[in-house]
């Protein structure tokens, strides 16, 4: 049987194995292990073989694990569709949002975020493959976005996410990875000090890597088939 630490393990091999193949180190690419559907006694056992980061996309889900799990002081990731009746639960419980795509979102988790928590990490979900479902803001609307959200007393804006149309061809998956990095690179050129790139799943992280991905969300290629979602 191979165990989640065995799949763990070799995750980290193939975030390893790209980031030598394009020239980056290593350390360069977090993990976040996307422990969505799967039970506290999972992430428990990831923690022990030493993984810090764990991503959420339902609000119930994360806030019931991360109060199970609170003495192992872990890092949690708010990667779903945030409605802003949610906004006080994740700002209030989690360290980091991925999805913030509007403005009237950020201000809430800033509002809502507790005075005794740091500054609350988010990144804004782009919408880079132009499709009329995905979620994110777009391309032309991202910067005026990302000024606004800098500019929010209680969030630090550590740079973008994007969960592009999923293909098989490397080149494919390559090329909106590169449209994300591109405005980042812009968005730090205007002053953002943007330290994040989240890109890549378990199907592309390499592609994702190759173009500056410095976190990648993986839930498959670590947990296994989700029944659900
Ligand atoms: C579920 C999910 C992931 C993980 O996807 P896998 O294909 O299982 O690795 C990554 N990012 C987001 C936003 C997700 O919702």
Redesign the pocket.
Known sequence: MITLTARLQAVLARIADAARQYGRAASDVRLLA?S?TWPTTSVAELAAAGQRSF?E?YVQEGIDKIGRLRELALEWHF??ALQANKTRLVSESFDWVHSVDRLRIAQRLSASRPSSLPPLSVCLQVNVSGEATKRGVSLAAAPDLAHAVAALPRLRLRGLMA?PAPSDDFLDQRRPFRRLRELSEHLQAEGLPFDTLSMG???DLEAAIAEGATLV?????IFGERITA
Do not use: E, F, W
């Open positions: 996307v969505k991503g996309s990667i779903g969960i799943m378990s199907h969300r993986v839930g498959t290629a």
